[in-house]
C-alpha cells in the first residue's frame, strides 16, 4: 500500500500555540505530583485484590525449590517464561494474582477494551503460534485468548500460579536462592527470580477529596462490574438504563468506556481534567489475500517499521509500513524534507521542522473536533493544546460523537486540578453539586510512582538485607537494565535501563531472550549465583549518560501526566532511561554480548 503524509492545517501561529500550551500546562500542575493519587489499599482495597472474573481458588500452600520464579503473567511473565522453556529451563512457576494469564488483558474487561496499536505488531509471537488476529486493532477478548494460547503453546499452564500475590522477596545467602513468599501461604525458594509485573499491575485513583465518602456504586475500569452495569465488552449495559454515572478520567481507557456508558446510561457527567488527541480509528477486517502474501519474518520487520516511524526517524526512502495516526508525524516530516530535495540538516534543524509537523498534527486534531461535536462550548472544552506524544494518543470513532447525545455532558475540571470533592451523593464541580448512583473512576496507574508504592510488595531485599527500594532511590543502577549488583540472580523486564519501545511487547520478547540467556548459561555452568560487578554496571551507567538523547525539554513542555512525571520539578520519562542510540541498536548490542559466550560484566559465583 501507498502510503501518503496527511494534509495538515499550514496556517498555524507557534508562538501563539507555544504560549497557549504553557498556560494549559501550568493551570494543570499540582504541587504534590505524584502523590497526590490515592492508592488502591485500605478502603478501596478491593479495587485491586478481589478478582470479579474467576472464582476464588482454594490450593495448599506450596514449599519448593525451583530453578526461576516469575512475577507476573502477563506478556512480560508470559513471554520470559516461553523463552525460558525454549531454552529448556523447565522448572519454573508464573506466579500470578489474577485467574489466568493476561495481565492487563485479564483485568481490563471493560466495554469497548481495544488495542490502540496496530495488532499485527502488538499481539506477539503471530508466527510462532500459528495465529493471525482478525482486526487490523484488536479487541481485548482476542489479545487475552493470544495470552492463553501462548500459554498453552508453550505448556506454561501447569506452571502457573494463579491468584497468589507475593509479598516479600529475599535473598537468602546460606541457600543462594530467593525465598517468595506469597499470599498463599508459600514458601518458594527459587535461584532465580524475574520481575515482570509491568506498568499497569495497580490502580491508581484520583486525589480527590472526600473520595472515601461516596455512598453510592463505584468501580475502577481495571475491574469492571458487570454485574452493576449489565451487559459484556461489546455493549449492552442495560443496567445502567436508569442510572446517573460519572467517569472520573479522559485518557485512553474512558475514550473507549465513554461510548458505551452514553449509550447506556439515563445520564453520564464525563469529568474532564485533561483532553486526549482523538483520530479516528478506521478498524478493518484482516484482508485474508494480504494475509497470503507475508513471508516468514514479516511481523517481527513490521514491528521495526511501526517502532522507527513512530519513535526513530523515517530516513528517505524508508517506507511506514504500519501508516497510521502513530507515524503520522515522521510520514509527514520524511515527505517535507523530500519536498526540499533531501537536504543534509543538522539537529536543530530536523527537530525545527518536525516541531512545526507535530503543531499542524495537533492543529488537525483540534479541526476535527469542531466538524464533529456539534456545541461550540463543548468542542472547545474537548481540544486538547499540548504536542503529540505528551500523553497517549487516542484513536476512537464513537467518542466525540458522543458528545452531541443528550444525556451526556461534558464537565471541564482543568482549572480546579480535578474534580474539586466527592461526597455521599456525588461530587461537586465549579461549586456545583451533582448526585450521581456510580463513579466510574478511569484514573489510570501506579505506572510512574514510587517504586514501592507500583510494585506493592513490602520487602524487596538482596545481600545484606539490602532493600531494593533503597538501593534505587537515587536512580537505577543496572548493567544493561537486566541486573543490579548485590541483588543477585535477579533479573527485571520492562523500561529501567536499556532499549525501549512503546510497543512493549517487542521489548518484553527481546528482555525475555536475553534473560533465558543468562539463566541457561548460569544453569549449565553450575554457577549458583550471577551478579554484576560494580565496575560494569557503572560502566553501563556511565554509557547511558554518554549516549542519553535527552527529551527532557520535550516533557517539560508537556502537561503534566504520567509520562512527565506529572510535570514535577524532577521531569522523569515512563520510559525509565533509555539506550540513546535505539531499541533496534541495543537489541544488537545485546545479541553480540550473548555471542561472546564471555557473560562479560557478571560473576558467575558457584
Ligand atoms: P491515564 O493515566 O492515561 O488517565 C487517567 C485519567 O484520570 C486522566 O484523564 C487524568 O487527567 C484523570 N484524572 C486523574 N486525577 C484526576 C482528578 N483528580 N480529577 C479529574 N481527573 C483526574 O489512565 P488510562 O487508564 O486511561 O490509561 C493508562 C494507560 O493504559 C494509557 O496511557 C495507555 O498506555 C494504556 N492503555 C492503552 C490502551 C491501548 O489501546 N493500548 C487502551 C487503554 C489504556 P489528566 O490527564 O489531567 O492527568
Aim: proline share 4%.
Amino acid at each position: 500500500m501507498n502510503c501518503e503524509p496527511t494534509r495538515t492545517p499550514h496556517n498555524v501561529d507557534l508562538d501563539a500555540l507555544r504560549q497557549r500550551y504553557a498556560r494549559e500546562r501550568d493551570k494543570r500542575r499540582r504541587p504534590e505530583g505524584e502523590r497526590q493519587y490515592v492508592e488502591v489499599s485500605d478502603d478501596f482495597s478491593d479495587f485491586y485484590e478481589v478478582d470479579p472474573y474467576s472464582p476464588p481458588i482454594e490450593r495448599k500452600p506450596i514449599a519448593e525449590d525451583i530453578d526461576v520464579a516469575i512475577l507476573g503473567g502477563g506478556f512480560a511473565g508470559l513471554l520470559t517464561a516461553a523463552r525460558m522453556k525454549e531454552a529448556g529451563i523447565d522448572n519454573i512457576r508464573v506466579i500470578e494474582m489474577a485467574g489466568d494469564f493476561g495481565g492487563t488483558w485479564y483485568w481490563n474487561r471493560y466495554p469497548g477494551v481495544q488495542c490502540d496499536i496496530e495488532s499485527y505488531c502488538y499481539v506477539p509471537l503471530l508466527e510462532e503460534v500459528g495465529y493471525l488476529t482478525t482486526h487490523r486493532y484488536s479487541y481485548g477478548a482476542e489479545i487475552f485468548e493470544q495470552c492463553q494460547r501462548i500459554g498453552r503453546h508453550f505448556g506454561l499452564y501447569e506452571k502457573a500460579l494463579f491468584g497468589t500475590i507475593a509479598r516479600s522477596l529475599i535473598w537468602d545467602a546460606s541457600i543462594n536462592r530467593w525465598r517468595v513468599t506469597t499470599n498463599r501461604g508459600d514458601n518458594l525458594r527459587a535461584r532465580f527470580l524475574v520481575m515482570a509485573s509491568g506498568p499497569y499491575n495497580r490502580p491508581k485513583l484520583p486525589g480527590i477529596p472526600g473520595i472515601n465518602d461516596f455512598k453510592g456504586h463505584s468501580f475502577h475500569t481495571s475491574r469492571w462490574d458487570y454485574d452493576y452495569t449489565g451487559g459484556c465488552t461489546t455493549g449492552g449495559l442495560h443496567k445502567l438504563a436508569d442510572k446517573r454515572v460519572a467517569i472520573i478520567g479522559t485518557g485512553a481507557t474512558a475514550v473507549q468506556v465513554v461510548p458505551f456508558l452514553g449509550k447506556y446510561s439515563k445520564h453520564l457527567y464525563v469529568l474532564q481534567r485533561t483532553p486526549s488527541t482523538i483520530d479516528n480509528r478506521g478498524n478493518r477486517t484482516t484482508d485474508l489475500d494480504w494475509a497470503k502474501t507475508l513471508a516468514q519474518g514479516w511481523q517481527a520487520e513490521r514491528q521495526k517499521s511501526f517502532h522507527i516511524a513512530t519513535f526513530e526517524q523515517l530516513y528517505p526512502g524508508m517506507p511506514d509500513l504500519v501508516c497510521d495516526g502513530w507515524t503520522e508525524i515522521n510520514r509527514n516530516l520524511q515527505a517535507r524534507i523530500a519536498g526540499l530535495g533531501n537536504p543534509k540538516l543538522s539537529m536543530e534543524e530536523y527537530m525545527a521542522l518536525r516541531e512545526r509537523e507535530d503543531y499542524q498534527v495537533m492543529e488537525r486534531l483540534r479541526e476535527r473536533i469542531d466538524s464533529i461535536v456539534k456545541d461550540k462550548e463543548t468542542a472547545e472544552k474537548l481540544k486538547p493544546y499540548y504536542r503529540f506524544l505528551c500523553k497517549r494518543p487516542c484513536f476512537n470513532d464513537d467518542y466525540l460523537p458522543t458528545f452531541n447525545r443528550p444525556n451526556v455532558t461534558l464537565i471541564d475540571v482543568s482549572s480546579s486540578q480535578g474534580v474539586e470533592r466527592i461526597n455521599e451523593n456525588g461530587f461537586v464541580a465549579g461549586g456545583v453539586q451533582y448526585d450521581v448512583d456510580c463513579i466510574v473512576y478511569a484514573s489510570g496507574f501506579e505506572i510512574t510512582t514510587e517504586m514501592k508504592r507500583r510494585i506493592g510488595i513490602e520487602r524487596v531485599e538482596g545481600r545484606d538485607g539490602r532493600s531494593l527500594y533503597d538501593h534505587w532511590a537515587d536512580g537505577f543502577m543496572t548493567l544493561h537494565g537486566f541486573m543490579t549488583h548485590g541483588f543477585p540472580n535477579q533479573l527485571w523486564t520492562g523500561f529501567i535501563q536499556g532499549g525501549v519501545s512503546v510497543n512493549v511487547t517487542v521489548m518484553y520478547d527481546n528482555q525475555a531472550r536475553h534473560m533465558a540467556y543468562i539463566v541457561k548459561e548460569a544453569l549449565d555452568r553450575g554457577a549458583q549465583t550471577v551478579e554484576p560487578t560494580e565496575e560494569a554496571q557503572a560502566a553501563w551507567v556511565k554509557t547511558m549518560r554518554e549516549t542519553e538523547v535527552s527529551n527532557e525539554a520535550f516533557l517539560r513542555e508537556c502537561t503534566p501526566g504520567y509520562y512527565n512525571g506529572e510535570g514535577g520539578k524532577v521531569i522523569r520519562s515512563h520510559l525509565g532511561e533509555v539506550y540513546g542510540p535505539g531499541f533496534y541498536a541495543f537489541k544488537e548490542l545485546m545479541e553480540a554480548w550473548r555471542n561472546t559466550g564471555k557473560m562479560e560484566g557478571l560473576v558467575l559465583g558457584t
